[in-house]
């Protein structure tokens, strides 16, 4: 079963949109962590944010907002004012505390494509 | 301070032969992962190291692919007996200690079987 599912293939926008890209998550540990990372055209994963299962409280960092609602087992990201250097691939993962008891591996979603057109 | 690591950066090789690829960590990093990123497939957890612990192999997609690390640091994955299904960008990353903590990507090999 997937754990991570992003909806959204692609998601094309004009530049200074405001664009959310979603993230359901499905896990059995109370313990847990969610993070985003953003793949831009060099290839390069590069972190964004980890939130862990206990704070549910909503995140901002300058244009990048995120919410988390356990209710709903959702971890969206908001991107306010788009620019075009935001065009990437937002790719949101999980990890789970007892996952085959190994501790520590990301489980990806397959990642949303965005673009940011001038 | 200097990120993750791989080399090569890219690899084509034949069906049938042997590839072995090369990860430097970021220095401190106790933990240590292989993924694998593929058209179809997206990103594939492969194999984790923590410390000097056994490494957890569960995400190895078969038995020719192995991994090691050298030292608590460097570590280096195998290919043997390529095939074409192999092909795909394999990225290496590196975190302070396991699950709760960031982890940081290097650039990747991308790997091509003809």
Redesign the interface.
């Known amino acids: 079963a997937q754990k991570v599912t992003q909806a959204q293939t692609e998601i094309s926008v004009v530049e200074k949109e405001d664009v959310t890209l979603d993230c359901v998550y499905e896990t059995r540990d109370t313990t847990y962590y969610l993070f985003w990372y953003k793949q831009p055209p060099s290839g390069e994963l590069v972190f964004l944010i980890r939130r862990n299962s206990f704070d549910e409280q909503n995140e901002i960092s300058g244009r990048y907002s995120w919410n988390f609602q356990k209710s709903t087992s959702s971890f969206n990201f908001t991107i306010t004012a788009s620019q075009v250097v935001d065009s990437a691939v937002y790719f949101c993962a999980l990890s789970e505390e007892s996952y085959g008891g190994s501790q520590g591996n990301l489980i990806f979603g397959k990642g949303t494509k965005l673009s940011v057109k001038p | 301070g200097a990120g993750v690591s791989q080399s090569p950066s890219n690899k084509v090789t034949e069906k049938g032969k042997d590839v072995e690829l090369r990860c430097d960590p970021i220095s401190g990093h106790t933990?240590l992962?292989w993924?694998r990123q593929s058209l179809g497939q997206?990103?594939?957890?492969l194999i984790?190291f923590?410390g000097n612990s056994a490494p957890?192999k569960?995400?190895l997609p078969s038995d020719r692919f192995s991994a090691e690390r050298t030292g608590g640091s460097v570590s280096t994955l195998t290919i043997q007996r390529t095939q074409q299904e192999d092909s795909a960008?394999y990225?290496c990353?590196s975190?302070m200690t396991?699950?709760?903590?960031?982890?940081?990507?290097?650039?990747?090999t991308r790997l091509t079987v003809l």
């Open positions: 933990a992962y993924y997206g990103l594939e957890f984790y923590q957890d569960s995400g960008v990225l990353a975190s396991s699950y709760s903590n960031e982890q940081f990507f290097g650039p990747g």
